[in-house]
């Protein structure tokens, strides 16, 4: 008679509610690390690359500095021939930026062609000279498209996907608001054992113990950042929520040079154009856009005694027409809560508020969300891979 064993399955520990509860923050919170794992983690150091676009550009492209005394506002027709020159090849001369002291003066062309992966207006990049004011030597030319910090940006606003890219990272940001939320709750020690919890614990591991103490030490900037990243995803939608009603303001188009059929014009005229300018306001030129057919006038910005001046001097001669506008260090001011509010999302979102502590919090914060997705994954997967090797031995 063959015995029959019956096996019972030993019954579950019992749960507080409390317990419970954490558990289920602790199981969303580690699905969706191991579901966003990957964008998670590039969203992260495509944010920290931004803290500091200025001065990653200048770290990457040291071959475009000019000698600190420099001054591109003195630029003559040397310049522009030049640039013309190393710029025959794409087309027309659309644009020149002049630049503070001790910065070279970049000469852009019209569109040429469309940007990788289709990624802003048919036909929208240019291609840029850099010029040395004072030797007139052309330095650099690249694309304006296609540049390591390009790829940052579109990278972390789109994941290079154009139409739905923006509101795949929207919902990425509602879904890193929920896991740092969870994180929080689960990791939070309270603040009377706020500085014990980010002790050592031996019985963690390496992995964990630094998952936990950068998780706890950042995890509020991470879901400000998450926040602010979804509110510029989806700006519509949240304007309605702080003013129901009101329509978000649409952003400018990105860059620059006139809209329209550039007219031709010889180097000489470029620096006519600007000498007129010049002589109609009294302010430094900052800019210049080419003449174009539909218009008829050069287009030449000005910065003032707190203000900022357009010029419009005409191809054919006559009146130079000024018109003037305060000049604003940030966004200027709007009657629109909505706006304002966006406005500050932003800023806060790329770190051009709150000076450099702000700054450092925002690039670590991104450092950290990578490692945080890796780690998170990866400490998870060591622990069932123990569980299964301790229930078979």
Same mark, same amino acid.
């Given at each position: 008679?063959?015995?029959?064993v ?6 579950k520990?019992?749960?507080s ?9 602790l ?5 969706l ?6 964008p998670?983690?590039?969203l992260g150091?495509t944010?920290?690359?931004q ?6 550009e ?15 506002a003195a ?7 030049? @640039? ?9 001369i ?6 503070a ?12 062609a469309?940007?990788p992966?289709? %990624?802003?207006?048919?036909g ?7 010029v040395?004011?004072?030797t007139a030597e052309?330095i650099?030319? @690249? ?5 390591f ?7 972390h606003?789109?994941?290079? %996907?154009p139409g739905?890219g923006?509101?795949i990272?929207?919902?990425m940001?509602?879904f ?11 990791f939070w ?6 500085? @014990?919890a980010?002790?050592w614990?031996?019985?963690?591991g390496k ?5 936990r103490?950068s ?6 900037v991470?879901i400000?950042? @998450? ?8 700006p519509?939608?949240?304007a309605?929520?702080?003013e129901p009603?009101v329509?978000?303001p649409?952003?400018p188009?990105r860059g620059?040079?006139?809209?329209g059929t550039p ?6 005229a470029?620096?006519a ?8 306001y ?5 800019? %210049?856009?080419?003449a174009?057919e ?10 003032g005694?707190?203000?900022n001046?357009t ?7 006559g ?7 305060p000049a604003?260090?940030g ?7 909505a706006?304002?509010v ?6 806060a979102?790329y770190?051009?508020?709150?000076? %450099? ?20 994954v990866?400490?998870?997967?060591k622990?069932?891979?123990f569980?299964k ?5």
């Amino acid at each position: 008679m063959d015995q029959v064993v019956s096996s019972v399955e030993a019954p579950k520990p019992y749960l507080s509610p409390k317990a419970r509860r954490r558990q289920l923050w602790l199981s969303i919170h580690r699905w969706l690390g191991i579901v966003l794992l990957v964008p998670m983690a590039v969203l992260g150091v495509t944010g920290s690359a931004q803290v500091w676009p200025e001065e990653t550009e200048v770290l990457l492209n040291s071959q475009r500095e000019v000698a600190a005394s420099s001054d591109p506002a003195a630029i003559t027709v040397e310049h522009i021939a030049n @640039a013309r020159e190393a710029l025959a090849d794409y087309g027309p001369i659309n644009r020149i930026e002049i630049g503070a002291v001790g910065e070279p003066i970049v000469v852009s062309t019209a569109g040429y062609a469309d940007p990788p992966f289709g %990624i802003g207006a048919p036909g929208g990049m240019t291609r840029q000279a850099w010029v040395d004011p004072d030797t007139a030597e052309v330095i650099d030319n @690249a694309d304006s498209a296609g540049g390591f910090m390009w790829y940052m940006h579109f990278i972390h606003g789109l994941f290079l %996907i154009p139409g739905i890219g923006r509101q795949i990272v929207g919902i990425m940001g509602l879904f890193l608001t929920i896991s740092g939320v969870t994180g929080l709750v689960v990791f939070w020690p309270g603040v009377k054992r706020f500085v @014990a919890a980010l002790k050592w614990q031996k019985r963690d591991g390496k992995m964990l113990n630094i998952h936990r103490q950068s998780g706890v030490l950042l995890s509020i900037v991470l879901i400000v950042e @998450a926040i602010t990243g979804a509110w510029i995803s989806f700006p519509g939608f949240f304007a309605s929520l702080v003013e129901p009603g009101v329509e978000q303001p649409q952003r400018p188009p990105r860059g620059f040079g006139p809209q329209g059929t550039p007219v031709e014009a010889g180097d000489a005229a470029w620096v006519a154009a600007l000498d007129m300018a010049r002589q109609a306001y009294d302010g430094r030129p900052t800019g %210049i856009s080419a003449a174009t057919e539909e218009s008829g006038t050069w287009s030449v910005s000005l910065a003032g005694e707190g203000v900022n001046a357009t010029a419009s001097v005409p191809v054919v001669g006559g009146e130079v027409s000024v018109q003037e506008a305060p000049a604003f260090s940030g966004p200027p001011p709007s009657d629109s809560r909505a706006f304002a509010v966006a406005m500050w999302m932003r800023q806060a979102h790329y770190a051009t508020i709150g000076g %450099i502590v702000w700054q450092i919090l925002v690039f670590l914060s991104g450092i950290a969300l990578t490692f945080l997705a890796i780690s998170g994954v990866y400490v998870w997967g060591k622990r069932e891979l123990f569980a299964k090797r301790k229930s078979r031995g």
